[in-house]
């Protein structure tokens, strides 16, 4: 898309914020001290849109994140520093899930604040595969096992899982999976892994309850069958992968963890 900036000069306070906050210095002012964009925008804009979206007036448009189209931040919605902080201590990695299944809107939903999550450059390189199909689940769930079987390692979850009992993928009803082209981003790694993150907790706030799926992504950097199941895009590979559903147990207390490893200097 041609990138192209407008400035309502009725409304611009020439406040520069859109100048300090443009990641690669890509907007100067012109004669008259209003914003304009440098040519080198055409090639270096990482389409964040941060120009527009500070403007406290109102002022700017710009062709890669229109105004019209940006949602206000809405100050009555944004939770205090105590919820958050127990919204983010009482996250726990779920193990047993209920049989009962997410609806599709409710996982599109949560699914879709981890297009907010930070990407390197604003790559965006994130891709989805949500496995909805609790049969599907246990379809990977058993090629996992099965790859384990191959190697001759964890022989406790090869004996749970020949006993009927899932401790790879804990019988979640549903299964998320990070994938990307590592020729297309500078970091795919934490990409995902931050996506993953905003996934985890978006679904805590919608009451389901998730667990990093460790031996699976392991399985899909090293088991061909598995690989070849997803049919990935060219180039793409696996990053990250959570179980989830709605959880069977209700947590009553926070664990306690290790105090936090810091220098201050
Ligand atoms: C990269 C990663 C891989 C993980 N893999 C697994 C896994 O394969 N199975 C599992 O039960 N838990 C897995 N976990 C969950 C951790 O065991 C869990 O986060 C940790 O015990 C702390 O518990 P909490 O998340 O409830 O605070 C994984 C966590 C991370 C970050």
Redesign the pocket.
């Known amino acids: 898309m041609k990138i192209s900036l407008t400035v309502d000069r009725e409304k611009c306070k020439k406040c520069t914020s859109c100048i300090a906050e443009c990641p690669f210095d890509l907007i100067n002012e012109d004669k008259e001290g209003f914003p304009q964009l440098r040519k080198a925008a055409v090639k270096k804009c990482i389409r964040c849109g941060h120009c527009m979206a500070v403007c406290s007036a109102d002022a700017l448009d710009i062709t890669i994140s229109p105004l019209a189209a940006s949602l206000l931040v809405n100050k009555d919605l944004l939770p205090s520093t105590d919820t958050v902080q127990h919204f983010l201590l009482s ?3 779920i ?1 047993s899930y209920k049989k009962r299944r997410a609806d599709h809107d409710t996982l599109a939903q949560a699914l879709d604040v981890t297009r907010y999550a930070p990407s390197a450059h604003n790559g965006q390189p994130v891709h989805w595969i949500m496995v909805e199909d609790p049969a599907e689940v246990k379809k990977l769930a058993g090629m996992v096992v099965e790859w384990m079987r191959e190697l001759k390692v964890f022989p406790g979850l090869i004996r749970a899982w020949d006993q009927g009992e899932d401790k790879v993928l ?1 019988g979640a009803p549903h299964l998320a999976i990070t994938h990307a082209d590592p020729g297309k981003s500078e970091h795919p790694v934490e990409d995902c892994t931050l996506a993953t993150c905003y996934l985890d907790l978006s679904l805590h706030s919608h009451g389901l309850g998730s ?7 392991q399985a899909f950097q090293h088991y061909q069958p598995i690989i070849d199941a997803l049919a990935l895009p060219e180039n793409h590979k696996v990053y ?1 992968a959570l179980m989830l559903g709605y959880p069977k147990f209700r947590y009553r207390h926070i ?1 306690q963890r290790d105090d936090v490893k810091v220098r201050w200097k």
Do not use: I
């Open positions: 996250r726990r990695s193990r804990r667990c990093w799926a460790g031996f699976l992504v990250t664990p």
